[in-house]
């Protein structure tokens, strides 16, 4: 399969400045929080490579998909027949499955 492009959705921003800010409070180092945000930007950019490598969520939206990072945070997302869209990013203080079916 070609790579897919990789888009974020509006809440997807907000998700990642959430937690910029929470690495950022609780490590009291803007470098940290810096990395940390750059490699939750870089495993994003690799779902591109394999679409369909995230454990399907059907239960909580219509081709919804999840796969970890670093096992402190969710990466949820669909795939389009041109692109991957990451949805939403959840740490892993947040119970994602309970906010998503409240939806």
């Known amino acids: 399969m070609e790579r897919l492009s990789v888009e974020y959705r509006p809440q997807t921003v907000d998700d990642i400045e959430q937690i910029f800010k929470y690495v950022l409070e609780t490590s009291f180092d803007v470098v ?13 950019e690799k779902i ?3 679409p369909f490598g995230g454990i399907s ?4 939206g219509p ?17 389009s027949d041109q692109a991957v869209w990451i949805t939403n990013i959840f740490s892993g203080r947040r119970d994602y499955e309970a906010l998503l079916r409240d939806r």
């Open 63 to 79: 081709g919804i998909r999840v796969v970890p990072f670093e096992r402190k945070a969710g990466i949820l997302y669909v795939v």
């Open 57 to 60: 969520r059907e239960d909580l």
């Open 32 to 44: 940290t929080a810096v990395r940390f945000t750059d490699r939750l930007f870089e495993r994003c």
């Open 48 to 50: 591109g490579d394999a």
